[in-house]
Structures are given as C-alpha cells and as structure tokens.
C-alpha cells in the first residue's frame, strides 16, 4: 500500500512539474499617475517662477522688457545701432562672450569676470537653454540681460555647485564677436 502511494504522488510531481512557467501577474498597476501628477507639478512651478519674474519687471521702470517667444524676458544693457552690417550669430558661428548670474533678489551667483571668457559653438556645444536662445538675439559689441525662469536655465539639477534646484536666474550677456566656421572638410574641386 506504501508503494503504492508512493508510484501515485510521483506520478501526479511528474506531471505537474512538466507544466509550463506562468508569467507573474504584478500586485501593482501603473495608471500613468505618477508622469500626470509630476507634469502638474511642474506646470505649477513654472506658472509660480513667470509670476513672480512678470512681478519683478512691473516693479522696474528704468528697462524695456521684451518678452521672448522662447519663455524668458530681456532688456538691452548696450544695443548695437548698426542694424545692416552686423550680424545675429547662426548655427555654427563661434561666438566669445562674457556673463554673470544673479539670483532673481539681485545677489551675485557668478559675479562678472569671475567666470573666464567663453568661447561657444553655436548650437554645437553644451550650454543652458536659455542662454543658447538667448545669444541668437544678439550683436555683436550687445550687453543683454535676460531673466530666464528654471526650465530655461539650470532646471532640477542646478549646475552643481551654486546653482539650486529650480531656481530662475538674471544673466547678464555682453556679446564680444561673432565668427564664421571655417569648414576644412570641404574640398577645392
């Protein structure tokens, strides 16, 4: 009878052991909610930061802010009045440039000539949002301010050293030259 017993269960693991594996069925589903409730957040901020820069330009009547189909705002420190020979900067041109950051409080983060002077490939080279936008709207010999809101400068990461998370900065520009690359990939046919 013990023998028996025993033929009977080996036989019922051996054919149960042979079934095939079933996928798991998670304990959790994913409704998408997380990426929803993070895109209002966000949408937030940004209504947050435009607020309270649109505050901080109605309050100053010494500039004339424009407003930028790109999401920041600028006012000319220095406008070039030569408006048939010089150029705005395209892609590819290298542009040398100087720049310091403020805090929207008007406290220096970067003051001037505490960076050194860049030299930028247009559009070819890493450098924050805004001021990648913000260069094509200038001339060369220009000194601009423009106040870029957190999305369009160092965003959540910051710059990883005094720059925050989402904090919206005041940049002032002055645009040096503007030069043409010169392709030496191009043959002489």
Known sequence: MKLKLLYIT????GVTGCKSPEARRPV????????????????????KEEAIILKMIQQDSTQDYIASSNGFWY???KRSTDSL???MPEYGDV??????????DGNYIYDVGEMPTKRYAMDRENLFGGLR???????????VTFIFPSHKAFGYYGDKDRIGT???IITEVTLHSITQEI??????N
Not at 10 to 13: G, T
Not at 133 to 143: A, R, V
Not at 183 to 188: A, C, G, L, R, V
Request: net charge positive; aromatic share 8%.
């Open 133 to 143: 936008e913000g260069l094509k709207l200038m001339k060369e010999g220009e000194t």
């Open 10 to 13: 080996a036989l019922i693991l």
């Open 183 to 188: 392709n030496t990939n191009k043959s002489d």
């Open 28 to 47: 959790t589903q994913n409704s998408g909610s997380f990426i929803n409730e993070s895109i209002q957040r966000n949408k937030k901020l940004v209504a």
């Open 75 to 77: 006012y000319y420190n």
């Open 166 to 168: 989402n904090i919206p």
């Open 85 to 87: 020979t010089v150029k």
């Open 95 to 104: 542009v040398r440039f100087d720049y310091s950051i403020k805090a929207l």
